[in-house]
């Protein structure tokens, strides 16, 4: 538990120095070792103590106002790695993002989407029925998939419903988790993906241009976790990587070839044209019927408050002596209250002389 106070405070201290240089407009951030996202508010869950993404996200909503969380992990919960390449949280694990998706289930700042394993499989949540509730109705997208999932079929419904989400919710930051459990070979999922076809869903939702967090998440074949985000890193920074793995302390772990990219197996993909087909066309109705960015009510920070006071009356006209009297200038020790008239506090300050005649 200490490593994962440890780990945490480490990236949310990233994070937030980032926000607060304005980093995370223009740079990537990666913390391998977060990315917990089955971890719920008063329990563990699918190997994870503590959700960082559901922390992560709450500090981005600091500064944006709505937030898209995407899960590529075929585990729905699991633990997400935090690479900050600027606020997108998308889940490309095998397993479906159900702590994140249950911390944000009543409301429209935050978006989930994700792409999961669904029928008897951990966590055994995510059907494509489950969207939200109240505000959030509409605001969490499920994508249900079958085993064997392979690159083109991942690519023909990641990008339409990903590209109707970006229309839509218009997100100022995005979170992208990238579990390697959906690559294929891996000891519990059960896709068929390779290194480039995971590796798509991050350059596609990079090439949106919006401040995106990438984190890593669940992988069970530990030679293909390094590999996965190895290679991830590089097509976040538009760098190419030879496939010949340099010699360095670990690499027996990668042989006989030594190689960054791997063939992928012959299992049969049991999601055929009309099962995704039918998918893509419910998850698109739901889309349809949400609203376009959903505004947010900004407050000055004083219970009662907007950002636009009651006292101005938008849209009503005044003359311009009423005007001058609601001038804050002009009148610089009155304040106003909600009704539109001059409220006085008793502990108001005045000039001097007149606390001395008041004494």
């Given at each position: 538990?200490?490593?994962?106070?440890i780990?945490?405070?480490i990236g949310l201290?990233?994070?937030?120095?980032?926000?607060?240089?304005?980093?995370?407009?223009?740079a990537y951030?990666f913390?391998?070792?977060l990315?917990?996202h089955?971890a719920?508010?008063?329990?563990?869950?699918?190997?994870?103590?503590?959700?960082?993404?559901?922390?992560?996200?709450?500090?981005l909503?600091?500064?944006h106002?709505?937030?898209?969380?995407?899960?590529?992990?075929?585990?729905?919960?699991?633990?997400?790695?935090?690479f900050?390449h600027?606020l997108?949280?998308?889940?490309t694990?095998?397993?479906?993002?159900?702590?994140?998706?249950?911390?944000?289930?009543?409301?429209?700042r935050?978006m989930?989407?994700?792409?999961?394993?669904?029928?008897e499989?951990?966590?055994?949540?995510?059907?494509?029925?489950?969207?939200g509730?109240?505000?959030?109705?509409?605001y969490?997208?499920?994508?249900?998939l079958?085993?064997?999932m392979?690159?083109?079929s991942?690519?023909?419904?990641?990008?339409?419903?990903?590209?109707?989400?970006m229309?839509k919710f218009?997100p100022g930051?995005?979170?992208?988790?990238?579990?390697?459990?959906?690559l294929?070979?891996?000891?519990?999922?059960?896709?068929n993906?390779?290194?480039?076809?995971?590796a798509?869903?991050v350059?596609?939702?990079k090439?949106?241009?919006?401040?995106?967090l990438?984190?890593?998440?669940?992988?069970?074949?530990?030679?293909?976790?390094?590999?996965?985000?190895?290679?991830?890193?590089?097509?976040?920074?538009?760098?190419?990587?030879?496939?010949a793995?340099?010699?360095?302390?670990y690499?027996?772990?990668?042989?006989?070839?030594?190689?960054?990219h791997?063939?992928?197996?012959?299992?049969?993909?049991?999601?055929?044209?009309?099962?995704?087909?039918d998918?893509k066309?419910?998850l698109l109705?739901?889309?349809?019927?949400?609203?376009?960015?959903?505004?947010v009510?900004?407050?000055t920070?004083?219970a009662g408050?907007?950002q636009?006071?009651?006292?101005?009356?938008?849209?009503?006209?005044?003359s311009?002596?009423?005007?001058?009297?609601?001038?804050?200038?002009?009148?610089?020790?009155?304040r106003?209250d909600?009704?539109?008239?001059?409220?006085?506090?008793?502990?108001?300050?005045?000039?001097?002389?007149?606390?001395?005649?008041v004494?």
């Amino acid at each position: 538990m200490k490593i994962c106070q440890i780990l945490l405070s480490i990236g949310l201290e990233v994070l937030t120095h980032s926000i607060k240089s304005h980093l995370l407009y223009m740079a990537y951030s990666f913390t391998h070792y977060l990315g917990l996202h089955h971890a719920k508010k008063s329990e563990a869950s699918g190997f994870c103590y503590v959700n960082d993404c559901v922390l992560a996200i709450l500090e981005l909503l600091k500064v944006h106002q709505r937030v898209l969380y995407i899960d590529i992990d075929v585990l729905t919960h699991s633990f997400t790695h935090s690479f900050i390449h600027l606020l997108t949280h998308s889940l490309t694990q095998i397993h479906h993002g159900d702590g994140v998706e249950e911390a944000f289930y009543t409301t429209n700042r935050v978006m989930t989407a994700s792409f999961h394993k669904f029928g008897e499989y951990f966590p055994g949540t995510g059907d494509v029925k489950d969207k939200g509730y109240q505000k959030g109705d509409g605001y969490s997208i499920n994508c249900p998939l079958h085993e064997g999932m392979d690159d083109d079929s991942f690519k023909s419904i990641f990008r339409p419903i990903i590209s109707k989400i970006m229309e839509k919710f218009q997100p100022g930051a995005v979170v992208l988790q990238c579990g390697a459990d959906s690559l294929s070979g891996d000891r519990l999922g059960c896709f068929n993906l390779s290194l480039r076809g995971h590796a798509d869903c991050v350059s596609f939702v990079k090439s949106f241009n919006v401040p995106l967090l990438v984190l890593g998440g669940g992988g069970y074949t530990l030679r293909n976790v390094p590999r996965c985000w190895a290679y991830e890193t590089s097509v976040l920074l538009d760098t190419q990587i030879k496939d010949a793995i340099p010699a360095n302390d670990y690499i027996e772990y990668f042989a006989p070839d030594y190689k960054l990219h791997l063939p992928v197996s012959n299992m049969e993909n049991l999601n055929n044209s009309k099962y995704l087909d039918d998918v893509k066309s419910q998850l698109l109705r739901i889309l349809d019927g949400v609203e376009i960015a959903p505004s947010v009510q900004l407050h000055t920070g004083q219970a009662g408050t907007t950002q636009i006071p009651g006292s101005l009356h938008v849209g009503v006209s005044k003359s311009a002596k009423e005007e001058e009297a609601m001038s804050v200038d002009a009148h610089p020790d009155k304040r106003y209250d909600e009704s539109g008239g001059r409220a006085e506090h008793k502990s108001e300050m005045y000039d001097i002389k007149n606390r001395m005649d008041v004494a």
